[in-house]
């Protein structure tokens, strides 16, 4: 006889059930509690920006090299926005502009200036929780201005960090605007800035991306990093710890995501301003993401190429459908698919991942899917940065010092299978580099 029949039986049979139910409902009651106050503002944000998480404990902003950058490599300071706050912001030196300083004991910040009129820069925008100081974001520092000798600029959102204020949505977008428009008054230029976003940076930097495209002003890629579509499909989707789905139960109550939907203050919804964002676009996503999982990313990248494809008219009743609407339909759905297979090239490499990419026009859309990577390391793997820095002209010298290697391409691979890494002309002819030199 097993133990669990044994207390079963010494208890009287019902107690256990009683107490299984008794705990499922206190379970259930914690849970519609947790759900009911996403609808109060206050936990909406908290819950959303997780700003309050400030990682590292009691950060020392003014001193970079505690959390791994070298020394007197980073300026710390504050940006000023439109409607004055004050955000919390790191500037942190190519590793080319770094080296040629007489380091480490020369103070970064009278060398910005010029750092930033002879490299690219990445303006960074971070995911949510915690700050500019954490390890993985400093990481993605240390290594993208080594390997692809950007400068960067991560700043800290309102009531982030040492930042005041409190985050909104369009307090976030202000806050990329005052980052963007300080890089220009240092004498940068929109074709010199990388916006790259991470997670809720995603949403921050797609639409800074359209903001400026709606401006008609050129920057040189947005690169996408662990996206969503959508705060409302995050919620959707979001496992907490990987395992236990956060909205998904609520899916069985009818007009309950109506609810969830209506209630949702800051939406994020990246999907819709798809077709502001007019400049070169790349968006990456690792399948073991358990926080956001790839499937937000396929939904973006299809959102890109969507313009391009024939329609498909849904059956308005698809349990009755004649032979002949059932034959239209799937047709659609064929040509649709050849089209897609027509525009889109693929490349696979077999450790590392998938690159898709299609031209629209002038510019490019690349979707890279990682195998490796989880939410917060893609933008570290080598991989990734060296398909950002070929892409987007990092490498190569933009002084008439054309003694730089050139990358070496994988070997085993066609080089028309590394199409999508090829940059486009004009970058090359701003910084007066021949192209095959840097091929
Ligand atoms: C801006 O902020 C400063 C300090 O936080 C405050 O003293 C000043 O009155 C504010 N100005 C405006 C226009 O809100
Ligand atoms: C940075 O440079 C300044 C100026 O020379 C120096 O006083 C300071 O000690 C340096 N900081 C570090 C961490 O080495």
Redesign the pocket.
């Known amino acids: 006889m097993s133990s669990t029949t044994d207390i079963v039986a010494s208890s009287g049979g019902t107690s256990l059930f009683s107490k299984v139910r008794t705990t499922f409902a206190v379970l259930g009651g914690v849970y519609v509690l947790a759900v009911g106050l996403l609808a109060v503002p206050y936990f909406q944000s908290h819950t959303i920006y997780l700003n309050a998480i400030r990682l590292p404990l009691f950060a020392n902003f003014d001193a970079p090299e505690k959390y791994g950058l070298a020394l007197n490599k980073t300026h710390n300071f504050k940006i000023h926005t439109s409607?004055?706050?004050?955000l919390g912001s790191w500037f942190i030196l190519a590793e080319s502009i770094y080296q040629s300083l007489p380091t480490p004991y020369t103070l970064p910040q009278p060398h910005i200036a010029n750092a930033i009129q002879s490299r690219p820069t990445i303006l960074f925008f971070h995911g949510n929780a915690a700050t500019r100081a954490f390890h993985a974001r400093v990481q993605h520092y240390s290594s993208l201005t080594a390997r692809l000798d950007v400068n960067m600029l991560a700043i800290d959102y309102r009531g982030f960090a040492e930042s005041?204020g409190t985050p909104t949505e369009e307090g976030l977008i202000r806050d990329a605007r005052a980052a963007w428009e300080w890089l220009l008054s240092q004498g940068a230029k929109g074709e010199d800035i990388i916006i790259m976003g991470h997670s809720l940076g995603t949403g921050v930097s797609a639409r800074l991306a359209a903001q400026l495209s709606d401006e008609g002003l050129k920057y040189r890629a947005v690169v996408l990093m662990s996206p969503f579509s959508s705060i409302e499909e995050v919620l959707k989707t979001y496992n907490v710890m990987g395992t236990i789905p956060l909205i998904k139960p609520l899916t069985m109550i009818p007009y309950a995501m109506n609810f969830v939907s209506w209630v949702l203050v800051h939406k994020f919804d990246t999907l819709s301003v798809v077709p502001r964002i007019k400049g070169e676009v790349l968006i990456a996503h690792a399948v073991n993401d358990w926080d956001i999982p790839y499937t937000h990313s396929e939904v973006l990248f299809n959102a890109f190429l969507e313009s391009h494809l024939p329609s498909v008219e849904l059956p308005s009743n698809p349990a009755a459908l004649s032979k002949e609407q059932w034959s239209r339909f799937t047709n659609q759905i064929t040509a649709r698919n050849a089209k897609m297979d027509e525009i889109v090239d693929t490349t696979n490499f077999p450790y590392f991942g998938t690159v898709k990419r299609f031209s629209e026009g002038e510019r490019d859309i690349v979707f890279v899917k990682t195998l490796e990577g989880s939410h917060d390391y893609i933008g570290v793997q080598e991989g990734l940065q060296d398909i950002v820095g070929r892409k987007y002209g990092l490498f190569g010298s933009t002084s008439s010092d054309s003694s730089t290697p050139a990358p070496v391409t994988p070997s085993g691979l066609a080089a028309d299978n590394l199409d999508f890494m090829k940059p486009r002309k004009e970058l090359f002819d701003e910084f007066k580099l021949p192209l095959e030199e840097a091929m």
């Open positions: 409607d004055n706050e004050t005041s």
